[in-house]
């Protein structure tokens, strides 16, 4: 399973009521559900990955986020996750808050357009960044949004929505991002993992 | 006829939605594979308006395929060599459950239109009984889809946890507009003919066969996609080179309405048309509870999986995406997908492979999650 993965859920705490947006396959949710006892929903726009979960005996829901979110109470599950899918929607913000509305507390992973190796793409070779996180090309990314650790650090305080942990990942290691190493760990974390409230 | 058809008689009174209380009546049923010791392989399957018992191998009444032979039977999608799949005929329908062809033991004669006007309510009430007659407390999983699905929703409001899985296809929690109004039309073609009588046909042992040939017709248009009847017909003629200034089924789609109008005229009751029609028209499963279809969901164990049909526009994926919105707004455990198809709302009634992958693999994970529930 995906380092990101590990970390979201020793985010979580047992037993409670998760909805995955961008499920995928259901890896996740298969993981929540066997070490966490978590009754988990997802929502996914891929046809096939929706089968697969279906075939797995999850629970999912074939749809779009950017314009599907509606059909979620309020407050209706403790967690909402999104996985590095937030810089692919038109409309960032409005898919963001309905993530709160839903959700007690939402995790983000933004892939960071911060990193190191991104930045170099762009400062030395003068070309846009292709990485194992950002494996598209500048014509076919289905990123609209891209963004760094920091911006979306500042997007949260200036949109004042409660930043409770942050985590960076990188290829060996996880660490804490507060607001005192944010310019290193933004140069350093290929995705950032936000759990807001 | 009758040494063919299993039948269950309904003792327990049950009172219909018009008001009227019935008991002792015919109750029509087959049964597919066997109940295990466990008992946690009962699939119980609802019909949809033509439809009748007889889900799968040969129908024992005419001789043809049973009516979902694609998704039924041994190593089908739902393997009856693992599962018991039970179907019964609806009430108000003609292959021997209680109907307007049957007998009024007041009247000693057909009941007519002197049958009462029943409801998917109605429907469902009455099959119940039959999961205690085949001593099944509850079923790993109920299916159906168009009427035959919105059927399932009622049993599920109506009978919560009765069923560990369920799986709508192609339907809604009420009739739109459109569907009344198509429905509309197939009545008004039955009672537009005139050997129809008021529904007093049986009595000379006649069928108004032009007008329920036309509702046939109908509800054919209805079931395939514009794209799929195009591709399937085009503008090919029937085989001629040329018109022939005529009438005449010049067109092969004409000739193909025709056909499927008169063959469904030879096993098909037009009285019981119009009695299911109208249990369908008059289904809002929202104005059966005060709080809607919130309430109509509340407390739901059931796993729901809805399927719909990119190209159906009978019951659209808009639609089915409502019943979704309700499941989830009561805070049931429902999955949904759309599968892409040109067939129409015919979908689930043919090969369609994607369809019958998906509903495999929702059945038989239910089946494991449920022996573990059971353990």
């Known amino acids: ?197 | 006829m009758s040494e063919k058809i299993k039948k269950l008689n309904v003792s327990k009174p049950l009172v219909l939605d018009c008001k009227k209380t019935v008991k002792d009546f015919p109750l029509a049923y087959e049964t597919y594979g066997s109940l295990n010791k466990n008992k946690d392989n009962a699939i119980l399957i609802f019909h949809a308006l033509t439809g009748d018992q007889f889900v799968s191998g040969t129908n024992p009444i005419t001789k043809k395929d049973g009516w979902w032979v694609t998704a039924v039977g041994p190593g089908k999608a739902i393997d009856t060599n693992k599962y018991f799949v039970i179907c019964a005929n609806v009430i108000g329908g003609c292959m021997g459950s209680w109907g307007p062809k049957e007998i009024d033991k007041n009247t000693n004669e057909a009941y007519g239109l002197n049958f009462p006007v029943i409801t998917i309510k109605d429907i469902v009430k009455s099959q119940e009984t039959l999961l205690d007659h085949l001593g099944i407390n509850k079923l790993l999983c109920a299916a159906g889809g168009s009427m035959g699905g919105m059927q399932l929703l009622q049993f599920c409001a109506t009978f919560p946890n009765k069923t560990f899985s369920a799986v709508p296809i192609a339907c809604s929690t009420n009739h739109s507009a459109q569907n009344i109004a198509l429905n509309e039309l197939a009545r008004q073609a039955i009672m537009a003919d005139p050997v129809w009588d008021n529904g007093k046909y049986l009595k000379k042992n006649i069928q108004p066969k032009n007008g329920l040939a036309v509702a046939r017709m109908v509800g054919h248009i209805s079931y395939l996609s514009e794209k799929g009847m195009q591709e399937k017909f085009g503008r090919k003629l029937q085989e001629k080179a040329d018109y022939k200034f005529s009438f005449d089924a010049d067109f092969q789609v004409e000739s193909y309405l025709r056909h499927q109008g008169f063959a469904f005229v030879e096993r098909f009751d037009a009285n019981s048309i119009l009695y299911i029609t109208r249990a369908m028209d008059y289904f809002d499963l929202s104005r059966q509870f005060e709080g809607g279809l919130v309430e109509a969901f509340k407390n739901q164990k059931t796993k729901f999986l809805i399927i719909s049909f990119s190209s159906d526009w009978l019951y659209t994926t808009k639609e089915n995406k409502d019943t979704v919105i309700a499941l989830n707004a009561a805070g049931a455990d429902v999955s949904f997908a759309e599968i892409k198809t040109d067939k129409g709302h015919d979908s689930f009634l043919v090969n369609e492979p994607e369809f019958l992958k998906t509903l495999k693999g929702f059945i038989d994970s239910m089946h494991i999650k449920f022996k573990n529930e059971k353990k």
């Open chain 1, 1 to 197: 399973m995906k380092k990101e993965f590990r970390v979201i859920a020793d985010l979580l705490p047992r037993n409670i009521r998760v909805l995955d947006v961008g499920c995928g396959d259901g890896s996740l949710m298969s993981h929540l559900i066997k070490e966490k006892n978590i009754e988990v929903r997802g929502l996914e726009i891929v046809e096939e990955n929706v089968k697969k979960c279906i075939y797995k005996g999850l629970s999912v829901i074939e749809g779009n986020a950017e314009t599907e979110l509606h059909q979620f109470p309020t407050k209706s599950f403790d967690f909402v996750i999104l996985s590095q899918t937030l810089q692919a929607f038109y409309n960032p913000e409005k898919v963001l808050k309905d993530l709160l509305r839903i959700g007690k507390s939402v995790i983000i992973s933004i892939p960071n357009f911060g990193y190191w190796k991104v930045r170099t793409s762009l400062l030395i070779f003068g070309k846009m960044p292709v990485t194992k996180t950002l494996p598209n090309s500048w014509y076919n990314t289905p990123n609209l949004h891209m963004c760094t650790i920091k911006d979306f650090f500042d997007f949260c305080i200036e949109k004042k929505i409660n930043i409770n942990k942050v985590v960076g990942v990188n290829e060996e290691t996880t660490s804490e991002i507060k607001k005192s190493n944010l310019e290193i760990k933004n140069l350093f974390s290929k995705v950032g993992i936000f759990l807001l409230k």
